[in-house]
């Protein structure tokens, strides 16, 4: 088995069961584990369940607890090759305490598999944590051949991240371990992923061709038929990217058969090169459908996470061909067609049925946790003490929370794409127009539709709207500090006017006269969702909706109507020095409603369950690396966007009168992550958040203005764009907030 010759192998587990009983249950135990291991390797998995599953009954009636966790780590493998990820996640990690306390080896292994776990979800980084952890435990413990295997994987993590330099080195430091142990199979394995590098490199990809059918052909008689199927694929691909298509088309024979039990990397794999192979051979049609199929194929798997978390990474897998469709639709110039291939490979989660998790004592109780380690951190930094295991506790119990909503199931179904006819209605009845920014070859595009008319246009080089977005930011944050001195005050003032209008003149004078006079429903680039688009000219005192998809926003709209009479929820933080004020001057807007001094994140939890509007007034902060932890500063402590995401109800309108926490992180896929987009996913119709740090003066003049217009009947956009010109009477500083989701 371990030299990678399962039939041989195989057939001598058979024997040695056929002669072995229950008296000494070790010895069936053990040899079910290995056959088990052995059907696994060869894509019997019923059978292979069938060995775990008895191994765990024989173990557990004889008391044999290591065995019986090994066998059900095992079960948890076979979830994640059947594609129930979350499952595979909780059976694993329910038996990693027992297997990691035996010795160094097994500690490795749950690290190696669970990283697989990883892989298939799209959490590459966290992935490859794990298998750095794996190396070093299999070094320490002297098993060359564990090594080698996890130096494997990390090329494979290496290889999906593009870092093909790294790919190769790795995989080429495995295969030669394998080789001097005679591991013939498994340097297979190692090639496999070394010409996968030098073909995305597009170095010697005739030769790296010609090598894969070889290894295809050495895979295929060692009984590893999948994974000689992705190296046929690898082959193609080479010989496509030579523009030899007679050949490619020739050497894909059976390899692009799509199979109900491809795992999804492989399954996208092949309908790359069934698009590619389309369009060579002068089928447009076809080679369109391909890509529309293998989004469609992505998120119906992405249907399968109840974490947003892992929603959003696993768009990761389908990163090049949304590229390459989009890249399709904008060569046709049909704003249709752009539009519809948009939506189908964009923000995908956003188009996912929100899933409210099962209560889990077990998170609530770390999250608790959490949130007095962070009291405790801050106050040990501002007294300057040292605090380097509190940051270690921290980013510990960050991670178990982490991981155990990655346990969640998903809903199992999809919102189908909206057609443009369909939003260009809806946008007719307000005198409305939808912009959104598409980003390809590093060009930024502008599909611009509105009720009567739709269009495409170049704005240029996407760097310099960037760059000029993220000078912009640091200048509205420098002029939210406290006591600045007037004089770079006014410097730094002028320079967010001269961002602001140089942005406004990329993105938006190209546009203007394209703009009906109604609101405006902004679907940015996942790099740009964060810009203070109500700061900039032509935008100036028009009502904006900044949301991930339209579809997303045309299913959003009926929960983020208001009622007549709405629900009030008011909360205050600590050390927000008009906080209190602002609070009562919003309550008073409503007549009926108040604010506690010092609001805790239980009361703001039983308000946003309660409340048909919540306005927070607090501090914000936003984490890029684990945005879910972006969080509301409160009596007690923070309250974490990953808990707030996942309330059973949430109200139709929140007002964050904070710092940062409508900033986020992108992922591949057009895809973005932080507390206002943790929000909307779990059901808030509309959000108010700051897209950079906010002074107080100013959001005390925004907060109260807004709800007045609120009160009267506006939008929620509407009312922030009459809020922040009436706070601009007054302020000179900018409020460098936004309305995200159904905000009209």
């Given at each position: 088995?371990?030299?990678?010759?399962?039939?041989?192998?195989?057939?001598?587990?058979?024997?040695?069961?056929?002669?072995?009983?229950?008296?000494?249950?070790?010895?069936?135990?053990?040899?079910?584990?290995?056959?088990?291991?052995?059907?696994?390797?060869?894509?019997?998995?019923?059978?292979?369940?069938?060995?775990?599953?008895?191994?765990?009954?024989?173990?557990?009636?004889?008391?044999?607890?290591?065995?019986?966790?090994?066998?059900?780590?095992?079960?948890?493998?076979?979830?994640?090759?059947?594609?129930?990820?979350?499952?595979?996640?909780?059976?694993?990690?329910?038996?990693?305490?027992?297997?990691?306390?035996?010795?160094?080896?097994?500690?490795?292994?749950?690290?190696?598999?669970?990283?697989?776990?990883?892989?298939?979800?799209?959490?590459?980084?966290?992935?490859?944590?794990?298998?750095?952890?794996?190396?070093?435990?299999?070094?320490?413990?002297?098993?060359?051949?564990?090594?080698?295997?996890?130096?494997?994987?990390?090329?494979?993590?290496?290889?999906?991240?593009?870092?093909?330099?790294?790919?190769?080195?790795?995989?080429?430091?495995?295969?030669?371990?394998?080789?001097?142990?005679?591991?013939?199979?498994?340097?297979?394995?190692?090639?496999?992923?070394?010409?996968?590098?030098?073909?995305?490199?597009?170095?010697?990809?005739?030769?790296?061709?010609?090598?894969?059918?070889?290894?295809?052909?050495?895979?295929?008689?060692?009984?590893?038929?999948?994974?000689?199927?992705?190296?046929?694929?690898?082959?193609?691909?080479?010989?496509?990217?030579?523009?030899?298509?007679?050949?490619?088309?020739?050497?894909?024979?059976?390899?692009?058969?799509?199979?109900?039990?491809?795992?999804?990397?492989?399954?996208?794999?092949?309908?790359?090169?069934?698009?590619?192979?389309?369009?060579?051979?002068?089928?447009?049609?076809?080679?369109?459908?391909?890509?529309?199929?293998?989004?469609?194929?992505?998120?119906?798997?992405?249907?399968?996470?109840?974490?947003?978390?892992?929603?959003?990474?696993?768009?990761?897998?389908?990163?090049?061909?949304?590229?390459?469709?989009?890249?399709?639709a904008l060569a046709s110039g049909r704003p249709a067609t752009i539009f519809g291939w948009a939506e189908r490979a964009r923000a995908l989660s956003t188009r996912l049925p929100p899933v409210v998790p099962p209560a889990d004592p077990e998170a609530?109780?770390?999250?608790?946790?959490?949130?007095?380690?962070?009291?405790?951190?801050?106050?040990?930094?501002?007294?300057?003490?040292?605090?380097?295991?509190?940051?270690?506790?921290?980013?510990?119990?960050?991670?178990?929370?982490?991981?155990?909503?990655?346990?969640?199931?998903?809903?199992?179904?999809?919102?189908?794409?909206?057609?443009?006819?369909?939003?260009?209605?809806?946008?007719?009845?307000?005198?409305?127009?939808?912009?959104?920014?598409?980003?390809?070859?590093?060009?930024?595009?502008?599909?611009?539709?509105?009720?009567?008319?739709?269009?495409?246009?170049?704005?240029?080089?996407?760097?310099?709207?960037?760059?000029?977005?993220?000078?912009?930011?640091?200048?509205?944050?420098?002029?939210?500090?406290?006591?600045?001195?007037?004089?770079?005050?006014?410097?730094?003032?002028?320079?967010?006017?001269?961002?602001?209008?140089?942005?406004?003149?990329?993105?938006?004078?190209?546009?203007?006269?394209?703009?009906?006079?109604?609101?405006?429903?902004?679907?940015?680039?996942?790099?740009?969702?964060?810009?203070?688009?109500?700061?900039?000219?032509?935008?100036?005192?028009?009502?904006?909706?900044?949301?991930?998809?339209?579809?997303?926003?045309?299913?959003?709209?009926?929960?983020?109507?208001?009622?007549?009479?709405?629900?009030?929820?008011?909360?205050?933080?600590?050390?927000?020095?008009?906080?209190?004020?602002?609070?009562?001057?919003?309550?008073?807007?409503?007549?009926?409603?108040?604010?506690?001094?010092?609001?805790?994140?239980?009361?703001?939890?039983?308000?946003?369950?309660?409340?048909?509007?919540?306005?927070?007034?607090?501090?914000?902060?936003?984490?890029?690396?684990?945005?879910?932890?972006?969080?509301?500063?409160?009596?007690?402590?923070?309250?974490?966007?990953?808990?707030?995401?996942?309330?059973?109800?949430?109200?139709?309108?929140?007002?964050?009168?904070?710092?940062?926490?409508?900033?986020?992180?992108?992922?591949?896929?057009?895809?973005?992550?932080?507390?206002?987009?943790?929000?909307?996913?779990?059901?808030?119709?509309?959000?108010?958040?700051?897209?950079?740090?906010?002074?107080?003066?100013?959001?005390?003049?925004?907060?109260?203005?807004?709800?007045?217009?609120?009160?009267?009947?506006?939008?929620?956009?509407?009312?922030?764009?009459?809020?922040?010109?009436?706070?601009?009477?007054?302020?000179?500083?900018?409020?460098?907030?936004?309305?995200?989701?159904?905000?009209?």
């Amino acid at each position: 088995m371990r030299a990678g010759q399962p039939a041989d192998a195989l057939a001598a587990f058979d024997v040695a069961l056929r002669l072995l009983d229950e008296t000494e249950p070790q010895d069936v135990c053990r040899p079910l584990l290995n056959r088990g291991v052995v059907h696994m390797q060869r894509g019997a998995l019923r059978a292979a369940r069938a060995d775990f599953a008895r191994c765990v009954d024989i173990a557990g009636r004889h008391g044999l607890d290591v065995i019986r966790a090994k066998a059900s780590h095992n079960l948890g493998y076979l979830s994640l090759l059947s594609g129930a990820l979350p499952q595979a996640l909780r059976e694993m990690d329910a038996v990693s305490s027992a297997l990691s306390s035996q010795s160094e080896i097994y500690a490795a292994i749950y690290h190696v598999d669970r990283a697989q776990v990883l892989l298939a979800a799209g959490l590459w980084r966290e992935a490859d944590d794990d298998l750095a952890q794996a190396v070093d435990l299999f070094s320490s413990a002297r098993a060359p051949q564990d090594r080698a295997e996890a130096e494997l994987a990390r090329a494979q993590v290496a290889l999906l991240e593009e870092r093909f330099a790294e790919a190769r080195r790795l995989a080429g430091r495995a295969r030669r371990r394998f080789a001097n142990r005679g591991a013939d199979a498994w340097a297979l394995l190692a090639d496999q992923v070394a010409l996968a590098a030098t073909v995305g490199e597009g170095r010697g990809v005739r030769a790296a061709a010609a090598e894969a059918a070889r290894v295809a052909a050495a895979l295929a008689d060692a009984g590893l038929g999948d994974d000689a199927r992705r190296a046929v694929l690898t082959g193609v691909a080479a010989l496509l990217s030579t523009g030899d298509f007679a050949a490619a088309s020739e050497a894909a024979g059976d390899a692009i058969r799509l199979r109900r039990s491809d795992p999804i990397a492989t399954r996208l794999q092949a309908r790359s090169v069934r698009a590619t192979l389309a369009e060579a051979g002068g089928r447009p049609r076809e080679a369109e459908a391909e890509l529309r199929a293998a989004l469609g194929d992505l998120h119906r798997y992405q249907a399968s996470f109840g974490s947003l978390d892992l929603q959003t990474a696993v768009s990761g897998h389908g990163r090049r061909l949304a590229e390459l469709g989009l890249a399709r639709a904008l060569a046709s110039g049909r704003p249709a067609t752009i539009f519809g291939w948009a939506e189908r490979a964009r923000a995908l989660s956003t188009r996912l049925p929100p899933v409210v998790p099962p209560a889990d004592p077990e998170a609530a109780q770390l999250l608790e946790e959490l949130r007095h380690a962070r009291v405790e951190l801050r106050m040990q930094v501002l007294a300057g003490q040292p605090a380097r295991s509190l940051y270690a506790r921290c980013a510990r119990l960050e991670r178990l929370i982490r991981q155990r909503s990655w346990y969640v199931s998903g809903p199992g179904q999809t919102i189908a794409p909206a057609p443009l006819g369909q939003l260009q209605d809806r946008l007719a009845v307000a005198d409305a127009t939808y912009v959104a920014h598409l980003l390809s070859g590093g060009r930024l595009y502008a599909l611009v539709a509105g009720p009567r008319r739709r269009t495409v246009l170049d704005l240029g080089l996407a760097d310099r709207a960037i760059e000029l977005h993220r000078r912009l930011r640091a200048d509205l944050d420098a002029l939210a500090t406290i006591n600045l001195p007037e004089v770079v005050r006014a410097t730094v003032r002028a320079a967010s006017r001269t961002s602001l209008r140089a942005l406004d003149e990329l993105l938006w004078q190209p546009v203007r006269r394209y703009l009906a006079d109604g609101p405006l429903l902004l679907a940015p680039a996942a790099g740009l969702v964060a810009v203070p688009w109500t700061l900039l000219p032509t935008l100036r005192g028009r009502p904006v909706a900044v949301v991930g998809s339209a579809t997303a926003w045309l299913a959003a709209r009926d929960r983020a109507a208001l009622p007549e009479r709405p629900v009030v929820g008011l909360a205050v933080g600590p050390r927000v020095a008009r906080g209190a004020e602002e609070a009562r001057l919003v309550g008073a807007v409503w007549s009926d409603s108040s604010a506690p001094p010092g609001s805790t994140t239980s009361e703001v939890r039983d308000a946003a369950r309660a409340s048909d509007v919540l306005h927070v007034a607090s501090h914000g902060v936003h984490e890029p690396d684990n945005p879910l932890f972006s969080h509301l500063e409160l009596a007690d402590g923070p309250l974490f966007g990953h808990e707030l995401h996942q309330l059973p109800r949430l109200p139709a309108h929140i007002v964050l009168s904070a710092c940062e926490l409508g900033l986020a992180r992108a992922r591949p896929g057009e895809e973005t992550l932080g507390m206002t987009a943790a929000l909307l996913h779990g059901g808030a119709g509309s959000v108010v958040a700051g897209v950079a740090r906010i002074a107080d003066s100013v959001a005390y003049q925004v907060g109260p203005a807004h709800h007045a217009a609120l009160r009267d009947g506006s939008s929620p956009a509407a009312a922030l764009a009459t809020a922040i010109e009436t706070a601009a009477k007054s302020e000179e500083d900018p409020a460098p907030l936004v309305c995200f989701g159904a905000g009209w």
